[in-house]
Each structure stands twice: as structure tokens, then as C-alpha cells.
């Protein structure tokens, strides 16, 4: 059981724009920043977006970020076939003496 | 750029004690948080600890009573000992550097199955 709540999958079509959510509480995400990773198959996952909504170098402009409350979101516009990986958000988790905690996971599918 | 590369043996047995080190190519190892974050088959993510050179650490809470890990700052590298074993972790291991506001490089991973 993750302490971030994630969709176990989402689809959409070449083109289409599609949304990931991400759910926490106060002790996480309503107190601190959300990153989102990407895992291909077979792969270690990479750094989509950092701080909410910031890409790192690299990463196109097509994958947006954003954050409100305890929920984070994660959009990706314009879906190509290479988008279709898992998708994992993470934050800092206050509680106790602080822990780094990950959504579970959704995979996506290009349709 | 930064290349992490996890070592370690690929088999260990039950209630024996898991160990991994993580070779780090960087110019400011002392200057980042390094952490360990393992993936059984087919599943999440789960972030294990990290550790700051100077010595600080935190762990998983629901890891914390077997996890110990340690740096080597001569050598840019840093471990990762996991006591008393089960095939529940049995995982991809992966080594990772922390940078604000979280981890931005990750090795390459590598598989350890629990199993006699």
C-alpha cells in the first residue's frame, strides 16, 4: 500500500492529451514539492518533472506539471507511442524523522 | 554528467544480511545526499534510505530496524546493508543521487534474489 495513491493505469491515443493524478496527505504533498518519474520498460526511471512542475533539461515541453493541496497532477500533451512507460510521482513525507515516499505506479498506454 | 553503478551479489539466502555498494562518477560526491530505492517485479517503487558523506541518514520507517548504510569518500562510494533477509526482498536495487528537491540520477539497478 503506497502513501501516494496513483491510477494503476491510463491510456490514451496518439495526439490525445491525458492526466495522471497523484493523492497525499498534509504530512507530504500539502507540505512539500512533487517530482514525477518516468520508467520505460526494462529501464531505471528518469526524472520528468521536479518542484510540481519543472522540467529538467531535455524533457519536452509536451509533459506539464502541477500541484494543488494535497493532490499533484501530472499532464502529457500531444501522446506519442514512446510516452507509454509507468509513471511515478514522489515527495518528501514529514512524518517520523522524514522519508522520500512513491505513488504506486500507472502505466500508460498508447492506444 | 553523474554515472552510478550498483555492485553486489545477485543471490542471497534467507535471514542472511544483503549488501550492495554504489560506485558514484562525480565531481561533488560530498556535496549530494545518496540514497538506495529497490522495485520488486513488477511493482512501485520503495525509497529505502540515504545518507548525507558526512555521515547523516535517514531510512524507511518500515525498514529502518535492518538497514544500515555507509559511505567511502575516498573512493566515491557508498553502501547499503539489509539484515535478515526474505524473499520479500527480492528486488531491483537501485543506487540514486539526491539533489534539491530530489533524486535526479539513477543507476542502472541491479537484481538480488532472496532464495536458498
Known amino acids: 500500500q503506497s502513501v501516494l495513491t496513483q491510477p494503476p493505469s491510463a491510456s490514451g491515443t496518439p495526439g490525445q492529451r491525458v492526466t495522471i493524478s497523484c493523492s497525499g496527505s498534509?504530512?507530504?504533498?500539502?507540505?512539500?514539492?512533487v517530482n514525477w518519474y518516468q520508467q520505460l520498460p526494462g529501464t531505471a526511471p528518469k526524472l520528468l518533472i521536479y518542484?510540481?512542475?519543472q522540467r529538467p533539461s531535455g524533457v519536452p515541453d509536451r509533459f506539464s506539471g502541477s500541484k494543488s493541496g494535497t493532490s499533484a497532477s501530472l499532464a502529457i500533451s500531444g501522446l506519442q507511442s514512446e510516452d507509454e512507460a509507468d509513471y511515478y510521482c514522489?515527495?518528501?513525507?514529514?512524518?517520523?524523522?522524514?522519508?522520500?515516499?512513491f505513488g504506486g505506479g500507472t502505466k500508460l498506454t498508447v492506444l | 554528467q553523474v554515472h552510478l553503478q550498483e555492485s553486489g551479489p545477485g543471490l542471497v539466502k534467507p535471514s542472511e544480511t544483503l549488501s550492495l555498494t554504489c560506485i558514484v562518477s562525480?565531481?561533488?560526491?560530498?556535496?549530494?545526499?545518496w540514497s538506495w530505492i529497490r522495485q520488486p517485479a513488477g511493482k512501485g517503487l520503495e525509497w529505502i534510505g540515504r545518507?548525507?558523506?558526512?555521515?547523516?541518514?535517514n531510512y524507511n520507517p518500515s525498514l529502518k530496524s535492518r538497514v544500515t548504510m555507509s559511505v567511502d569518500t575516498s573512493k566515491n562510494q557508498f553502501s547499503l546493508n539489509l539484515t535478515s533477509v526474505s524473499v520479500a526482498d527480492t528486488a531491483v536495487y537501485y543506487c540514486?543521487?539526491?539533489?534539491?528537491?530530489?533524486?535526479?540520477?539513477w543507476g542502472q539497478g541491479t537484481l538480488v534474489t532472496v532464495s536458498s
Open positions: 562525480s565531481d561533488s560526491f560530498s556535496s549530494y545526499y
Open positions: 540514486a543521487r539526491e539533489a534539491v528537491p530530489g533524486v535526479d540520477f
Open positions: 514522489a515527495t518528501w513525507d514529514d512524518s517520523l524523522n522524514g522519508f522520500w515516499v
Open positions: 518542484s510540481n512542475n
Open positions: 545518507l548525507y558523506p558526512s555521515g547523516s541518514t
Open positions: 498534509s504530512s507530504n504533498i500539502g507540505t512539500n514539492t
